[in-house]
């Protein structure tokens, strides 16, 4: 059964950081990219960052571009999300997601597995 869990989540003060990771099991890790995406009370769901299939290309959005950093760890199959200087407005629950064979940078589309989500919250 194929399954993405997150962790890492929590409380942190503005201008504070924390990392999520998102452990995979049950598919071929390395054949399929993860994304991670926010969302936030009221709004609709945002796609943040992803890595590619394959050749593990990385993209993000304008809103946390400079400030998180996405990477993969094949032996441990998971991603890590870390999050830098962070803003009252990152505030939101944080889900990772696998796709097969998604390359490029583009968040749009379905996603065929889905985490539960893990909360972070940003005071200000």
């Known amino acids: 059964e194929a399954q993405l869990v997150e962790s890492g989540g929590g409380l942190v003060q503005t201008g504070g950081s924390l990392t999520l990771s998102c452990v995979a099991s049950?598919?071929?890790?390395?054949?399929?990219?993860i994304g991670w995406f926010r969302q936030a009370p009221g709004k609709e769901r945002e796609g943040i960052s992803c890595?590619?299939?394959?050749?593990?290309?990385?993209d993000y959005a304008d809103s946390v571009k400079g400030r998180f950093t996405i990477s993969s760890d094949s032996a441990k199959r998971t991603v890590y999300l870390q999050m830098n200087a962070l803003k009252p407005e990152d505030t939101a629950v944080y889900y990772c997601?696998?796709?097969?064979?998604?390359?490029?940078?583009?968040?749009?589309?379905?996603?065929?597995?889905w985490g539960q989500g893990t909360q972070v919250t940003v005071s200000s």
């Open positions: 997601a696998g796709d097969l064979g998604r390359g490029g940078s583009s968040w749009d589309g379905p996603w065929d597995y």
């Open positions: 049950g598919f071929r890790f390395d054949d399929y990219a």
């Open positions: 890595i590619s299939a394959i050749d593990r290309d990385t």
